[in-house]
């Protein structure tokens, strides 16, 4: 291949792809640039994050002097290629490939939980067939088996593209996948010991083109033309994957990778994709609740209960040193901005602390910290402050700790704080704000429902001071609002003066003015993609797994 | 653009029904008085057989381009063709269907766990039955649906199911209308 690259060692090749003059980077492949350019070639097997493979044949052009119809997935740029994808030559080509793959097709698109977003579905309109030439009776395979935990494989679906061998052979390198048998007989499958179950392995359902393999989470859920899909970013880790939240009626459906190729290339792990339910289920606190003078508590209007709160935190203006925060990882960016605003300057206490679940990192996408937004709620200012839990546990059983300010749950699942719980009676007033009950709420003087990561807009900032934006996917139960708005209404009630609505983009403004990390990150700056910001606490770059190679022609 | 101007003959009218309006009135009453005979001279002979039935009790058979409430097709096996692949739902333009698809162990692995009709909304479009790729949501001839309650007109999959016998000449009509194979 390297004789053909041009000559001149110039930035960019031109090519002219059905009369429109493209440039390209030399090395790259004609389909990918023709993509990039906006020219749609249909294809099955090629991955923009996979190795080439050139299986399915679907992508064959005509490129001028060339001998017979080439693969563009396989093809590099040159310089002057002139490329035809529409010509009746292609269109041939295209059909009888279309019809042979779905010879042994099912055909069973109104049970199939990929109709909607199917390659085959789709490349039918363009040159498939109305009926069927064949009258041998289709081959049939195996149906809806669980190949692993979280996936459930349907043979007679499959079109042997491989993308999902190649994805378990590059990517996550576990080779659980394989092709069986030869000509006609072959089909994917697994060992017989050796299962789909890696942390990855629901990728596999989003890259087949068709419902062969499919999340058995999502299995038989929801139609994918129902479901809203809002850009957001995965809570569950400091990675910080794009993902697409999949909403339907208000609640969550599934969510899916975006791609970002600074962050997650197209991929996340099964952790983060399959935990969502805490925005839903049963634990979430929808209603405020303040304790009564006989100890019970009593639903209350969201502003009563703020109000109550700034009641609980007003003695403390005095007397800062007794006042304590726990923070929350979970917050975005701006709500941990107006908490230190809170816990720093309005009222300067004396204990501040930041519990982040820690797990183990795989270093590939998961990591350490198991929350979204550690990195930057301490960049907004919230720095520990009084010897971590364990000291302020401590200090609220000798009694210099009279009034604490909880945000999420997170402080119990730490080991820090495993003796919390038991001191938290001590305390005079105790404000939770938090998405979802906690153990916590039994000593809580007020209970304020929070937002989980889809009912806000904000921005979160991942292990590696990456900056990204996350969108409101869920509306809030009735009269319930965001942290965010909620520290501003507190703050508004200390300061007797009349609240400020929330909003993430001025906030985000203000973030810039007064952090020096931030100064160059705004909303419209951060695009899709999301900013490094300033900091660098983990600069070292990840290693590349999945390098496109060309070598896909041996 | 010119005007034309149309000159009506008024008169041709008041001709046509006759002095008095006598010509109208007793072609107009020709139609009652032969549907009151026929039924009278039925009714003394034991076999009405003119168009008046008795309504509540009784109902006349409706032709199969009628299109009453959508229902769902019950097979010879007292199950459900519907294998909610949710297209009359997306088809709906009064969003009236909901469904909840289910998994089961039968040959067809998906099926509707929760088909609701809210038949307060729908409008007997017919485009639910036009969507259905498998012939399993019809519109019947079942025109009878009030409710004295909200609730009751939110008809859901065991209201709904209807022995194929009954929408056997509907569903050979949109086999013939949509030119199905």
Redesign the interface.
Known sequence: MSEEKPATEEATVRLTIDGLEIEAQPGQMLLQAALDNGVEIPHYCYHPKLSIDGSCRMCQVKVEGGRKLAISCNEPVRDGMVVDTKCDEVKHARQGVMELLLVNHPLD???CDQ?GECFLQDYSHGYGRDHARTTAPRRKGV??APIGEHVVFDQERCILCRRCVRFTQEITETDELRVFGIGDHSHIGTMPDAPLNNDYSVNVADICPVGALLSSDF?????V??LEDTPSVCPSCSKGCNVNVGVFKNEIQRMVPRRNDDVNDTWMCDHGRLRYAFTSDETRVRQALVRNDAGDFTETPFRIALEAAADLIRPSLENPEAFAVIASPHLTNEESFLLADLCNHKIPAGHVTLPVIRGDADGFLIQEEKAANATGTRAMGIEERGDGLRGLAEAIRVGTVKSLLVMGGDALSVPEGEGLLDVLGDLESLILITPNQTPISEHASVLIPGATFAEKDGSFTNGEGRVQWISRALNLPEGVETEGETLSRIKAFLDNAKPEPFDAITTLGKVAESVPEYAHINRAELGADGLLSGIQEAPEPEPEPTEVTASGEA | MATKVVTIDRDQYSKAAGPFGIKAFISGFRVTTSHFLGNLIGWIRGKPTVATVMFPEEHLAKPPAFRGMPVLVEMENGKERCVACGLCEWACPVNCIHIEPGETTDEVERYPQVFDIDMSRCMYCGLCEEACPEEAIVMSDRVEISAFTRAGTLWNKSDLLTPVAQVARRLEHIRRDYDRR
């Open positions: 698109c109104p049970i109709a149906k809806r299995h038989h859920k929801r139609r033309w129902f």
